[in-house]
């Protein structure tokens, strides 16, 4: 957590160089701003050695003295912050103009009264860095009682493990462990912490058809920390029982001596190793290399939580393990409460298959909560009360049991991960987060390492990759995607476990209700809060509990919808940098937020017109103002930004939907670090607006028909001007529905070569149009949604697509899809079709890059088309790694 720490303290720091409000006075040498920043990315630098040497730290230690990093960031942050908030304030109520009118100050920042805090802060950092870089290439002595070490060790002897589902798997782990390829075939097994995957591996290596086919079985457990030389003994002597050479060898030649030994061991022979627990990819490769390769059929089966190491290793058979469905978890949670001689009471069995549910899938979970519930009265009244509340005592009491299994998978994340995996416990227990959402919030928290803003701001590449912390957090699978939206959230035990940390390093508090315990120091005194329920009543517990200026950074109402107005009470929060307020429903906009001069983050949820006011946030980067539902306003009545919009020159992402940005009043106007527009209408597509946007990367254009709409609108006139455009949406949110086609509403035009990613929605174009996107260079992303093209076939032509990765079609008239030749969409990797009730075919002459197919409620023509190139498929390429993916749901 010291790393998000820093970056939050260095985005502030960043802020005073960069900012173009902002001038640094120079009696009060701007060169101690500049050692200070330089500081901070040393410091940064220094914690990402941490990387590099988590294999043979001491974690204890380690995280000892990264929380008092923390604690001297957070003292430092209580005296810059306040410095600079006073000095803004009152420089703002001393030249502050009518409402009607933006400041048009450069705020002079004096930092001479806290040049002795600085110097001490620099002089600490300086002193705690020496000793952590010391710790890692020296660590301390583990204590007796510390088993956070986990040395290599064989504990698969004793009684077979009970292995409930992953019945399918098995057998196909079983069928590449015992197939007459003589090669040596490697075989990885990735999941969540918990999931099953040693008592597999275990399973599988108890099987006695598979013990028979081997002269030699190993079983090595490893983790995230480990001794190579230990690991080497392991595996030789369980080749070798009788093995005793290795005391003989010292030094550095121990290392090349086991090495050595256990390649000679296993020359020659039928081996079947089981690597379990694998947490990095050096490693993985060090051993693979010394298993030999005699074509005469031996197997390596690899356990790991992380994707990278399944990947490490070519050829290779990955297999991701999957959660328990309803009926396993049942059977599961059955066997482990009951047994086989005890019977379960049908009423006891319906609440405990609500109790098994509530587990969501995970073996480790429904394990741990069967034997607490062992443990006490079986009685209907307590196990009801169990299945009612995800909350309850008996789920919290088995996440904390599982901590251990489950705390490395967090303890272990690289440094610049760790930040924003907690932060997603902010949001309620199973909440979809979208990834931009959590990109922007990261963004403005500090927790993006400046080289990763910088990537994310050039690429921008929200079809695919729209945050690649969440790749690189669900290849490690500590978060789950959802397949039908993209968005991701967290299985119930991380989110425990991210709730307990955050509150642990003051990362964020969160209120669920009135009544809840406060924290010790107060609430003043947290970083962060979150309100997830009521949130009314904790407005109230936050405002009671402030008396004076407090040290809360955001302020999240990620919780349940409000409609009704509440009020924020932010006059004792002056040092806001976040503030997400769209669970609440404002009918007036809350004026006293243009007092947050430090705001950098605003989400409100409002339907009326923005104050022109609203440029007084000159610090404001991410701009969010969604409307109500319920209320849709009329066609001709354009709803417009303020003029003083193009006064904030800082804003990077500006979503507000329903209004228009106003035509630029001078020619100074500019937004020159917008980089992503949406929720606007057409009139935001006018030449003198774009113009004006020069780095725009992703525009959203949101369309809304009058009904006696004839001429077509041009709102794609001007896009191909946008040379850094990557992104285009454009929604029709009340199409026009005809039987017969007809020239479209929003004609097509030229789009920029730039562009990846392109998602069009009502537009009724013909397929004949599709040729202005077709040979788009870069296009890697089309979603084509509710009538975009009409007509009842569409023929790819011939080298069209070239760049496509994916494509989704949903809610299309199609009927008849096909390709001019196999030169069609060569590298694409992923087909999902939705809801088109009326196709028939489907082309089989996809390549060899497919990787699958998803098709949902679509004809039953469709889907028999999508089976049939599934088996052809398979059968063209059946020596591939992975087979080709088929999902087929409610299909008529």
């Known amino acids: 957590m010291a790393y998000g720490a820093a970056g939050s303290l260095e985005l502030t720091i960043e802020r005073l160089l960069k900012s173009s409000y902002i001038s640094i006075v120079q009696n009060s040498s701007p060169q101690i701003i500049k050692l200070l920043y330089k500081e901070i990315l040393s410091l940064k630098e220094a914690l990402r050695v941490f990387d590099k040497k988590r294999s043979t730290i001491n974690m204890k230690m380690v995280k000892s003295l990264e929380a008092e990093m923390v604690e001297a960031i957070y003292k430092f942050e209580d005296v810059i912050d306040p410095h600079l908030s006073n000095q803004f304030h009152s420089q703002s109520e001393a030249e502050e103009e009518t409402a009607d009118h933006p400041p048009s100050m450069i705020f002079s920042v004096d930092v001479k009264e806290i040049k002795q805090d600085v110097d001490s802060f620099i002089e600490t950092m300086n002193k705690m860095k020496r000793a952590y870089i010391h710790e890692l290439h020296n660590p301390s002595p583990e204590e007796d009682d510390d088993d956070d070490f986990v040395a290599s060790k064989t504990h698969f002897r004793g009684n077979e493990p009970i292995m409930v589902g992953l019945s399918d798997i098995f057998m196909s782990i079983e069928n590449w462990l015992n197939s007459s390829n003589s090669e040596r075939i490697i075989v990885s097994l990735v999941g969540m912490a918990g999931i099953g995957k040693t008592t597999l591996s275990k399973k599988l290596f108890h099987d006695p058809f598979i013990v028979s086919c081997y002269s030699r079985l190993v079983f090595v457990t490893i983790g995230p920390k480990y001794r190579l030389a230990d690991i080497l003994v392991d595996i030789l002597t369980q080749v070798n029982p009788d093995f005793d050479e290795i005391m003989l060898m010292k030094g550095e030649k121990v290392l090349a001596g086991l090495k050595r030994m256990v390649y000679e061991s296993l020359k020659y022979l039928r081996y079947l190793i089981v690597l379990d627990d694998v947490w990095e990819i050096d490693l993985c490769s060090v051993l693979l290399e010394l298993f030999p390769d005699d074509k005469n059929g031996s197997r390596v089966l690899v356990t790991t939580r992380m994707k990278k190491v399944a990947d490490c290793a070519k050829p290779l058979n990955i297999c991701k393990i999957p959660f328990l469905d309803k009926k396993e978890s049942w059977d599961l949670l059955r066997e482990k409460v009951f047994g086989e001689e005890e019977p379960c009471s049908y009423r006891l069995e319906k609440a405990g298959k609500k109790i098994a549910e509530n587990c969501e899938g995970l073996p480790l979970t429904i394990i741990t909560v069967a034997n607490i519930l062992s443990k006490v009265d079986k009685t209907i009244e307590y196990w009801n009360e169990v299945a009612d509340d995800k909350q309850n005592s008996v789920y919290k009491d088995a996440y904390e049991q599982m901590s251990k299994v489950l705390y490395p998978s967090y303890d272990y994340l690289d440094q610049h991960l760790k930040a924003c995996f907690l932060y997603i416990g902010a949001f309620p227990q199973n909440y979809l987060l979208d990834q931009s959402q959590l990109a922007n919030l990261s963004s403005a928290e500090g927790f993006l390492n400046s080289e990763?803003?910088?990537?994310?701001?050039?690429?921008?590449?929200?079809?695919?990759?729209?945050?690649?912390?969440?790749?690189?957090?669900?290849?490690?699978?500590?978060?789950?995607?959802?397949?039908?939206?993209?968005?991701?959230?967290?299985?119930?035990?991380?989110?425990?476990?991210?709730?307990?940390?955050?509150?642990?390093?003051?990362?964020?508090?969160?209120?669920?209700?009135?009544?809840?315990?406060?924290?010790?120091?107060?609430?003043?005194?947290?970083?962060?809060?979150?309100?997830?329920?009521n949130i009314l009543l904790a407005i109230k517990d936050v405002h009671n509990s402030i008396a004076s200026d407090s040290k809360v950074r955001?302020?999240?109402?990620?919780?349940?919808?409000?409609?009704?107005?509440?009020?924020?009470?932010?006059?004792?929060?002056?040092?806001?940098?976040?503030?997400?307020?769209?669970?609440?429903?404002?009918?007036?906009?809350?004026?006293?937020?243009?007092?947050?001069?430090?705001?950098?983050?605003?989400a409100l949820l409002y339907n009326g017109n923005l104050p022109s006011s609203i440029s007084k946030l000159w610090n404001l980067q991410y701009l969010i103002v969604v409307r109500h539902p319920r209320i849709v306003k009329s066609v001709g009545n354009l709803l417009y930004l303020p003029i003083e919009i193009w006064n904030m020159n800082e804003l990077k992402y500006l979503y507000t939907c329903g209004r228009d940005l106003p035509h630029p009043c001078c020619e100074g106007s500019l937004l020159p670090n917008l980089l992503k527009l949406g929720g606007v209408g057409p009139q935001s597509c006018a030449k003198s607006v774009l113009e004006k946007i020069p780095k725009l990367k992703a525009l959203s254009i949101d369309i809304e028909l009058a009904p006696d709409a004839t001429e077509p609108l041009t709102c794609f006139d001007h896009v191909s001007h946008l040379h850094q455009l990557q992104e285009l949406r454009c929604y029709i949110m009340n199409p026009t529905l005809k039987t017969e086609v007809v020239t479209p509403l929003v004609p097509l035009s030229d789009f920029p070569l730039s562009l990846t990613a392109l998602v069009l929605s009502g537009l009724g174009s013909p397929w004949e149009e599709m040729r202005k996107i077709s040979s788009l260079p870069n296009l890697t992303h089309l979603e084509l949604k509710f009538y975009a093209f009409r007509g009842p076939k569409w023929e790819v032509r011939d080298n069209e697509f070239q760049s496509l990765l994916y494509l989704e079609i949903e809610d299309i008239n199609l009927e008849q899809w096909t390709f001019q030749n196999c030169l069609c969409l060569p590298v694409i990797q992923g087909l999902h079709i939705a809801h088109c009730y009326k196709l028939k075919e489907i082309p089989l002459t996809f390549g060899k890059s497919l990787l699958s197919i998803?098709?949902?409620?679509?004809?039953?023509?469709?889907?028999?088309?999508?089976?049939?190139?599934?088996?052809?498929?398979d059968d063209k390429y059946a020596g591939r790694e992975r087979l080709l993916e088929l999902v087929v749901r409610s299909s008529l």
């Open 854 to 873: 998803k098709i949902v409620e679509c004809n039953p023509m469709a889907v028999k088309c999508a089976i049939k190139l599934k088996e052809e498929w």
């Open 554 to 602: 955001s302020l999240l109402c990620t919780g349940y919808f409000h409609k009704y107005p509440v009020p924020l009470f932010l006059e004792h929060l002056r040092l806001l940098r976040v503030l997400d307020a769209l669970s609440i429903r404002f009918y007036e906009f809350p004026m006293e937020v243009l007092k947050l001069v430090q705001l950098r983050y605003l």
């Open 452 to 533: 990763s803003v910088h990537y994310y701001e050039e690429t921008m590449d929200y079809a695919y990759d729209s945050f690649g912390y969440c790749d690189d957090l669900y290849a490690t699978n500590v978060i789950m995607f959802d397949n039908e939206t993209f968005d991701f959230y967290l299985h119930s035990s991380f989110w425990y476990l991210c709730n307990k940390e955050a509150a642990r390093t003051k990362l964020f508090y969160a209120l669920n209700c009135h009544g809840d315990t406060l924290p010790e120091e107060g609430i003043e005194s947290q970083r962060r809060l979150c309100i997830r329920n």
